[in-house]
Each structure stands twice: as C-alpha cells, then as structure tokens.
C-alpha cells in the first residue's frame, strides 16, 4: 500500500452508462456546465439539452443513440460517451465500451430497475472496465444509504463500496461526507459545494462509514488489515491510492451520491475521475495494444450526417495521426481521412492531429465500420474488439410509398445499419419483401422515423409473412402434358408423374424411373425444374414441401419437344396433380428461450400459454443471480409481437432467442382462417 497508481493525465474516455431514465443525459448536462463547456445545463424536457439532440430523442424524450461530448477539468481533457440505457438500443453502448477509460454506471435507488442496471454492471464487469456508480436523485431519496445500497448489491458481483453518505436534515439529504476525504459538504444549487466543519452526529457516522470501507479495501491490502487490526489509522494518500488500485484492478465498485439535475456531487465525481480513473495506457493494455510507432485506433460509431457524410467515432490508442492519413482496417477495408473533427456533439470543429487518447470523429472513410480496428501502418492491424448484436427479436415488412424512391430506400436501409448493427436487413425470397428486424418497438419506431426524416424515405410498414407451407397426405399418378402448335415447330412434352408424401421435415426429393426412352435424357433436368416451378404455389396458396415426385413415363416429339416444352408439362403435371392430393397446412415451430429476472417468470409461462407456447422447462439462469431461462416452443405466428409482453412483464429487462425446430400441421378453423387471410392479401 502507497504505491502511487494513478495514471498520468491525458484526454480519457468515460462511458455514461445505466438504466433507463436514471438521468444519464442529465448528468452530462451538470458534468459541461460545471466544466464550462456550455454556459448552463439545457434540459431534455425542455429539449436544450447537448445529449439526446436528434429528432427522434427529442421527440420521445429518451436517449436512442450515442452522445459524444468533450469537456476539460483541471487541465485535463474528458470525452463521455452518453449511452442509451433501454435494452432496445443498447448495441450503441456495447460497440463503445472498449474504448473506454471508466464508466459512471449512474442509477436510482429503484428495485424495479435492478435486473438492468445488473445487465449493465455485467457488461462492464465481462470486459473488464474500471467503474463508478453514481447514485442519482439523491435529492429524492426515500430510505437510508445503507438500506439502498444493500438493495443494489445483487447487481454486482464485486463489493459496491460506498465513498459517501448524506447529510440529513428534516428528513432531506442537505449534503455529503467524504469517506475518503474526510469531510463535510453542504450542497448549494449550481454552484460548488461549501465545506463544513465535520462533528456531532455525523462524525460518527462517518468515522463508522469509513471504518466499512476501509474494511473492503483491506480484503485486497495486506498491510491495510494489519493497520485496521492495530487500531492504526492509514494515510490518507494510502487510501487513496487504494481506491484507485482496487477500482482500476475491478475488484470494487465505488458508490458516489450526487442530484444531477441540481448539479450537486458533479464535481466531486469529476475529481475520483480524474485521480483514480485509469488513462489511455492502462486502457491499450487492457486491449492487448503491443508497441507500435503507427496510429492504432478503435472505431465504436458511425454516424452519416446531413452535410458532411459519413463520420467514424474513434478512439486513438496508441500513436499520432494526421488529416488526409490513409489507415487500414482489421476488416480489410481502406480509406483515407478527409477530415479530423472534435468531438463536441455538433461535429463541427476541425482539428489538424490526433494524439494517443484523444477521441475524435474522422470524415469519410467509407469502407471503415463500426467496430473496426485501424491502423495508419502498411498492413491491416489485429482486431482488438469484437462488438456482435443481439439477435433481433421484432421485425416489419418496409417498402417504399413512392416506388420510384425503391433504390433511395434501399441506399438509407444500407446506412442505417452502418450507423446501428443491431438493425438487420433480410429479403424474403419467397414474398420478394424487405424485412427489417430490430431490438424492439420503440427500436423499428426511431428507425422507420429516421428514413422518413433524415433520409427523406416514406415508407409503408406491416408484419412480415409467417413461413407458412403445405404438404399432401395422399399419393397420386398424374399425366401432364403441353402441346401448341403456331406455325413452324411447336411445342411438345409429355409426362407422367408419381406424386407422394414424405415424413415430416424431408422437404423435396426428385425421381426418375423411365424406361425405354420414352423421355430422353437431356429433358429430365427441365422436368426437374417444372416440378420446383409448380411447388411454389400449391392448392393451398403456400410453398408445398414435404414430398415426393418421380418421373416414370412420357413421350416426345423428335422437332417439336424443347426443354421448355417439358418444364412447363411438368408444371402442369404437379399443379393438376396436388388438388387431389389432401393438402394440409404447415406451419413454422420455432425453439425459443427466454431470459427474465425470477420474479417475472409466472407472467412468463403464463404469456407463453396464451400464446399456443408449448413449456419445455425453465432452469435458473447460468450465472445470473436472480434470474431464470425458459424453454418453450412456439408457433412463428405467436412469437411476433411476444417481446413487446415480454419487455412490460420484465420492466424492460427481459428478452429472448429463438431457433427453427420444424414444421407442424394446421387443421380446422385456424388452418381456415390463415387460408383466407392469405388469399386476401394476394
């Protein structure tokens, strides 16, 4: 103990991260107007505030991407990173962690939100990044600091160590102490706290609170608990430089207090940051970064503005990098900068160099993506990061209102995922539709409005196909046969087609059993291809599957007979051939597994009942204290909308998977209904 540990100052990176609505934006407002990076603190009710400033956020009055905001402290130079705290959008958040310094986990004293705030810790404590969690709204705390923190401890798996407790008056908290310090602060609103004398009643709290932290710090400091256990109070540096160690070795998780929106505890937060956060040294190691002359950074956001086209957030690890440098990417792509910007919410400020710490925003390096490691070196770096997204869990069916803006559409659906790689494009071969699948509602919501606003794409929307099917019960021998004749050579082909069921889950198989030349050789491939051509469509409207066809007969014509001649017999063949064949409905059965806080998962199986959820078992969650995993499986055509339940059941917190099992059959009234719907929309 007293080894001085503290990284040399140097431009950092801290991730604001937490909860939904636990006052993230709000404290990054508090953070710059204490700093003097903005003249006062805006509001995001109010809509002024530097955070949440696209339409989309300001309109809902929630954070739906990442914030960038670059302030300075007692000559050192801060970037933060103001994350979104709904699941729906937390991909923003995981792609920037790993370039992060630290992160202030900022969170309420609110049991209903422990499940994320326990997501969020998990993140952090998985990559290993030193962090801070700052109790916000103090100011409207209801119960005792001890009884709060007992509360919020289930969240993290290394002790929450409280640096602080409150002064009460009149049942309202008026101030802190400083465990660490030693000292008494009155808070004032907007302005500095004001130091008062320590004594009384709160002498004795705090010579007791700061017995309990020591204590936690001396489980990883030998020389601590011999201190402790002779009575023998240790320097005050000494315990500094513990708290700096320890919360840098992520064996503890120091607990400040502060009311963002009063600006009270900012300051004292800002200096633990600047004593006891780890620099961009500690941060390049913890990556793995060897030594290297070249520019090494960390690309954690795409952003494409309306004016200056696309812009790479990065974070430079290691090196020096200039304007118009060419860097190479992990991925295999290149490009060459065209432009290095601060990084102050607005884009705008040039700047001619980069050194090692600095966050920054590069324009135009289009083959560059978010995640990606580049290098100003001659040769593609190692990846030092990989960031993947969630499955996604909702999806809707998008096109353009305005066919002519097809290609439009289909160029801002491409930037988009730049920009967010939780949102995922597929194209439904079977419907020709372009599905877009996301985090959630409020996920596609922002999404569909960001085509629309910043893109300049309307678009039209509905619940994409299920992959319904059909299949045949009974075997059938049916002739087809094609014959034209317009002048000249016709056409001619003739077959005979044995049409029969398979198991389950067979799909489509082809036979040919013709003897003596009665269909040459070189017309069997088109018969193959008729025969796939008329399974696109059976008596039901569905793709058919789940059967057999086999060619055992025909005849020709030597001019007449064509490979076209005998594709389209055989179409003729299967499409008279299935109607009396007792089609039956197929539908898609899917595995899906279910991740909710303990305390959810009646609601849980009782949402997958009433969803046709056939419950295969639940377990407790690997590793996750309180928390369960459910197994169930489940038709495609329930599982639609079955987050949006989810999330309501779970105060946000819950989500799932799910896996293609096989195909199932639909009969009566149901199998009627999904005919009819289908016949409607074609």
Known sequence: MGQDVRSPRGPRCIALVGPFQSGKTTLLEAILARTGAIPRAGSVDAGTSVGDAAPEARHHKMTVGLTAATTSFMGDSYTF??????????????????AVDAAIVVCEADEKKLPQLQIILRELEELKIPRFLFLNKIDRASQRIRESLAMLQPASRVPLVLRQIPIWKDELIEGFVDLALERAFIYREHKASEVVALEGGNLDREKEARFSMLEKLADHDDALMEQLLEDIQPPRDAVFDDLARELREGVICPVLLGAAARENGVLRLMKALRHEAPGIAETAKRLG????????????????????????????????????????????????????????????????????????????????????????????????????????????????????????????????????????????????????????????????????????????????????????????????????????????????????????????????????????????????????????????????????????????????????????????????????CQSVLLEPIHVVEIVCPTDATAKINAILSARRGQILGFDTRDGWSGWDSVRAMMPEAEIGELIVELRSATAGAGSFTRTFDHMAEVTGRAADQIIAAHQHAA
């Not at 990173?81 to 790993?98: I, K, Q, T, W, Y």
């Not at 067979?506 to 070189?522: I, L």
């Not at 058919?544 to 055989?570: E, N, P």
């Open 289 to 580: 970064v060897t030594e290297t002359r070249d520019a090494l950074g960390f690309v954690f956001k795409t952003l494409h503005s309306q004016h200056g086209g696309k812009l790479s957030l990065t974070r430079l690890l290691a090196g020096h990098l200039d304007d118009g440098a060419t860097l190479q990417s992990a991925s295999g792509g290149a490009g060459r900068i065209s432009g290095i910007l601060a990084v102050n919410g607005a884009y705008d400020t040039k700047r001619a160099t980069a050194e090692a710490g600095d966050t920054v925003a590069l324009a135009k390096l289009d083959p560059i993506k978010t995640g990606d490691t580049v290098s100003s070196g001659k040769t593609p770096p190692a990846a030092l990061a990989v960031s993947e997204p969630t499955s996604p869990v909702l999806a809707i069916s998008v096109a353009a209102t305005d066919r002519k803006d097809d290609v439009k559409l289909g160029q801002a659906l491409t930037r988009l995922h730049e920009e967010d790689p939780s949102l995922v494009i597929v194209m439904n071969a079977q419907t020709h539709d372009t599905v877009l699948w996301g985090q959630g509602e409020m996920h596609l919501r922002v999404a569909s409005e960001r085509l629309r606003d910043r893109f300049g794409v309307k678009i039209t929307s509905h619940p994409p196909a299920i992959g319904y099917q059909e299949t045949i019960r009974k075997p059938i021998v049916q002739r087809g046969r094609h014959k034209k004749q317009s002048g000249g050579h016709g056409q001619f082909g003739d077959v005979v087609l044995d049409i029969r069921p398979l198991p389950r889950g067979e799909g489509f198989k082809f036979a040919e059993k013709v003897v003596g030349g009665a269909v040459p050789r070189n017309y069997i491939g088109a018969v193959e291809e008729g025969v796939v051509d008329g399974l696109t469509r059976g008596p039901l409207g569905f793709p058919v599957t789940d059967l057999q066809v086999t060619l055992t007969d025909g005849s020709y014509h030597s001019v007449d007979s064509s490979d076209l001649a005998f594709r389209t017999a055989a179409r003729i063949g299967l499409n008279e051939g299935l109607p009396h």
């Open 81 to 98: 990173l103001d994350c979104p705290g709904s699941v729906e959008f937390a991909h923003d958040m995981r792609a920037a962690l790993p």
